[in-house]
């Protein structure tokens, strides 16, 4: 079964900290692409980044950064020195066919 | 901002009702997925258009139907509204119905059912 799992329902943050939001996922496919999207109180779902299943390598944007190990199915987010406009619920998705299967989503608070 | 619009922005009806939201892909793309996300919840795949054909379809009854447009815009129509319908709903256009592709996504529309 395809499956995405955030354990992480809420976390606060006092602003400046670095903050790490989790994401396991479960499939059966050898290909496979993960997402992370960033749902503001405006609701619009904003693309963060994609990776496929081949492509095990790290990737910082900014204060943005990415942890991928295939080992233990995880592709976790970290924001380094977060900020107030972090705030937001953040939602990891796995791609299977045509269709996303988001977790239930991280509610991140940074406070000022 | 992705260039994906949708209307109206917020929406109440009632029980039993039907209703039509619509939503404009991003410019180029040709492939449309609805999403339902209900309060605290991720979003829940409803079903995907690709060049005006349904491509694929989740755990939703037929009483949600869909149809795109030859510009790849789509609606989203829900009949006899169920007080669980309440939700918003969100919709995404990509380049081709691929895997490979990045879905980009809208504002949403904020349905409430009374």
């Known amino acids: 079964a395809q499956k995405v799992t955030q354990a992480q329902t809420e976390i606060s943050v006092v602003e400046k900290e670095d903050v790490t939001l989790d994401c396991v996922y479960e499939?059966?496919?050898?290909?496979?692409?993960l997402f992370w999207y960033k749902q503001p109180p405006s609701g619009e779902l904003v693309f963060l980044i994609r990776?496929?299943?081949?492509?095990?390598q790290n990737e910082i944007s900014g204060r943005y950064s990415w942890n991928f190990q295939k080992s233990t199915s995880s592709f976790n987010f970290t924001i380094t020195a977060s900020q107030v406009v972090d705030s937001a619920v953040y939602f990891c998705?796995?791609?299977?066919?045509?269709?996303?299967?988001f977790g239930t989503g991280t509610r991140l608070k940074v406070l000022a | 901002e992705t260039g994906v619009t949708q209307s109206p922005t917020h929406l109440i009806k009632t029980r039993g009702q039907q209703v039509t939201l619509r939503c404009s892909s991003q410019?180029?793309?040709?492939?449309v997925s609805w999403y339902q996300q209900a309060l605290g919840q991720g979003p829940q795949f409803i079903f995907q258009?690709?060049?005006?054909?349904?491509?694929g379809r989740g755990n939703f009854p037929p009483r949600f139907s869909g149809l795109q447009f030859p510009n790849y815009s789509s609606e989203l129509n829900v009949n006899a509204l169920e007080l669980d319908d309440s939700a918003l709903y969100l919709c995404?256009?990509?380049?081709?119905?691929?895997?490979?592709?990045?879905?980009?996504f809208g504002p949403g529309t904020r349905l409430t059912v009374l």
């Open positions: 995404a256009s990509s380049l081709e119905g691929r895997s490979t592709d990045t879905q980009y």
């Open positions: 499939t059966r496919d050898t290909t496979y692409y």
């Open positions: 990776r496929n299943s081949f492509d095990e």
């Open positions: 998705a796995l791609r299977f066919t045509y269709k996303y299967i």
């Open positions: 410019s180029g793309h040709n492939t």
């Open positions: 258009y690709y060049r005006e054909e349904e491509n």
